[in-house]
């Protein structure tokens, strides 16, 4: 395992490779925290783990740019950060693997501190809401997003199994000319960028995604 000397020290990865196309001189290989090696015998692979705190880990969260309004920011990282308790609590989903969520869409899409450096806004956003999760009668619960609806969210079980009370469908109303992208269930970041940019606060937007919560 290797660690930083400080908190705002990463540690480089230097044999692993991400260039996005936009920036082909950035590599998304510094992390914040620890990173461990670890083989792992049930599928016979080699994990990088990186272990972090959760108001780290979102500093390097890159499902948005830096350019995004600041209440949709603060949304979205709250939802992100409710998400990522929710699988601390819950380390079911990955079990028998040496870590709790992966870094790509299946959970987060997740850069580390290369990003981080560059999302200015994003970093903001996370120290604004610091500690902020979403809550339903008092219990951290999971807070799905997706990209774009058409017209309406869907609740939880048009797509899953069981009922989430606070997952219903709700009236997405930027989208209706749009096509689903995504599985549709609880904020639409098209809808929430739209709410947003009508002057709605980032606490109002959550609400108005998951019913009858508290943050």
Known sequence: ?????????????????????????????LYRGSVELV?????????AVNEIGVESY?????????NNDEDYLKALVTAARTYSMILYLHPTKYAGRP?????????QVYKGYAY??????????????????????????????????????????????GSRAWLKSVPDPCCTESTLWGHGVGMSAQGALYFAGEGKSWDWILHY??????I
């Open 116 to 161: 981080e450096t560059r999302v200015p806004n994003i970093v903001k956003a996370v120290e604004d809401t610091r500690g902020k999760v979403v809550t339903y009668q008092g219990n951290i619960v999971v807070t799905p997003y997706f990209s774009r609806s058409d017209g309406r969210t869907r609740s939880w079980d048009e797509v899953w199994a």
């Open 58 to 66: 979102l500093r390097g969260l890159g499902e948005a740019g830096n």
């Open 99 to 107: 870590y709790i969520m992966g870094d790509t869409s299946a959970d």
């Open 1 to 29: 395992r290797v660690k930083g000397k400080t908190n705002d020290t990463a540690v480089e990865i230097e044999n692993y490779e991400e260039r996005p196309s936009w920036a082909p001189n950035i590599n998304f290989n």
């Open 209 to 214: 995604y998951y019913t009858d919560i508290e």
């Open 39 to 47: 083989y792992n015998e049930k599928d016979t692979k080699t994990w």
